[in-house]
T-cell receptor
Framework: EPEVTQTPSHQVTQMGQEVILRCVPISNHLYFYWYRQILGQKVEFLVSFYNNEISEKSEIFDDQFSVERPDGSNFTLKIRSTKLEDSAMYFC???????????FGPGTRLTVL | AQSVTQLDSHVSVSEGTPVLLRCNYSSSYSPSLFWYVQHPNKGLQLLLKYTSAATLVKGINGFEAEFKKSETSFHLTKPSAHMSDAAEYFCVVRGGTSYGKLTFGQGTILTVHP
């Protein structure tokens, strides 16, 4: 069964460094999402992406964040200058046209020191 | 705007007994509602979804949920718990557009005792 994959599973970085989290959505899906879950808190929406542009973003998704679909398979989340409070589990999700079901990857645990 | 409240942060049951995880929602639209499950060190897996068809929705692994508009509830149930059901469960509501963002509840950790 097709699934969303994410790499790396764990990422440790120093405050102020740039990180790129990578996702491979399910191949025929057209809608892509990033969510995050800070330890002990709710899963929060960050951004949605369709047709090579952002369709919706939350107030968390400030200028430090960007998303890109650099080729036909990858979907990336970049954090330009990480802060301690960016430490969280980041989930990628995708959905197909004609359905509202989002399929989630296993997540990348980001730790900012 | 939409929101979800999961009424219990932890639920503990014995194997073979019924499971009830409670969820109330608030939505400006006719909502799409979901339950996702997260096993330790795993991703979020869809259990079931409600999208204005039948009010009683059946999902995977014997789970089901009933949409009650009058009570704004979407509780998750299972007649008989199994050890493998131990996980965290999230009640989720979708935003107004078909491909809109998901809004998650706080999660309920289900513990199953032998």
């Amino acid at each position: 069964e097709p699934e969303v994959t994410q790499t790396p599973s764990h990422q440790v970085t120093q405050m102020g460094q740039e990180v790129i989290l990578r996702c491979v959505p399910i191949s025929n899906h057209l809608y892509f999402y990033w969510y995050r879950q800070i330890l002990g808190q709710k899963v929060e929406f960050l951004v949605s992406f369709y047709n090579n542009e952002i369709s919706e973003k939350s107030e968390i998704f400030d200028d430090q964040f960007s998303v890109e679909r650099p080729d036909g398979s990858n979907f990336t989340l970049k954090i330009r200058s990480t802060k301690l409070e960016d430490s969280a589990m980041y989930f990628c999700a995708s959905s197909a046209a004609g359905t509202d079901t989002q399929y989630f990857g296993p997540g990348t645990r980001l730790t900012v020191l | 705007a939409q929101s979800v409240t999961q009424l219990d942060s932890h639920v503990s049951v014995s194997e073979g007994t019924p499971v009830l995880l409670r969820c109330n929602y608030s939505s400006s639209y006719s909502p799409s509602l979901f339950w996702y499950v997260q096993h330790p060190n795993k991703g979020l897996q869809l259990l079931l979804k409600y999208t204005s068809a039948a009010t009683l929705v059946k999902g995977i692994n014997g789970f089901e949920a009933e949409f009650k508009k009058s009570e704004t509830s979407f509780h998750l149930t299972k007649p008989s718990a199994h050890m493998s059901d131990a996980a965290e469960y999230f009640c989720v509501v979708r935003g107004g557009t078909s491909y809109g963002k998901l809004t998650f509840g706080q999660g309920t950790i289900l513990t199953v005792h032998p």
